[in-house]
């Protein structure tokens, strides 16, 4: 199981860290520290998990498994740079999804580098999010299957 969780957090937190440069880039550096929590957030919970073999605490770093998928993977990494990377519009309602360049806080060198950077951060975090659901996934069959023993044998496990 620690070898599980521990990809799983890997995942998850991969995903916060592209997720993160991509809104600081956007958004400007107003939205650091709020980055920085939220990628910190995975190991916190499952070093609350690993220090008590709590089950709860692993049912609350999958909730922040699925908030972290749907929200930055699914909505803003697939149905809006991973659709646009393709050649297919965006589904999302999200500020600047429709235009083709969307303004940005900081710039590269040059206008094409600026939204590669920008719009390949999204996709990352799109595929760091089907990574992180792939593990969560296997967490959750994981729990599911062994929800009526004591706590002490799941982390054993």
Do not use: C
């Not at 089950?55 to 993977?73: D, H, K, M, Q």
């Not at 094409?112 to 089907?130: D, I, K, M, Q």
Request: charged content about 10%; proline content about 3%.
């Amino acid at each position: 199981m620690n070898r599980l969780l521990g990809r799983s957090q890997a995942a998850v937190t991969a995903a916060m860290i592209a997720t993160g440069a991509h809104h600081v880039f956007r958004l400007g550096t107003g939205v650091l520290l709020a980055a920085i929590a939220l990628a910190l957030v995975p190991t916190l919970l499952a070093a609350a998990y690993r220090w008590r073999a709590n089950r709860w605490a692993l049912v609350a770093y999958l909730i922040y498994n699925a908030f972290v998928i749907w929200s930055f993977g699914v909505v803003d990494g697939f149905l809006d740079h991973v659709l646009k990377a393709v050649g297919l519009s965006n589904l999302t309602f999200l500020p600047g999804g429709d235009q083709q360049q969307v303004p940005t806080a900081f710039a590269l060198w040059s206008t094409r580098a600026t939204g590669l950077f920008y719009e390949g951060t999204g996709v990352l975090t799109a595929v760091a999010s089907g990574f992180a659901l792939f593990y969560a996934w296997r967490i959750g069959v994981f729990l599911v299957r062994r929800w009526k023993k004591p706590a002490t044998h799941i982390a054993a496990g």
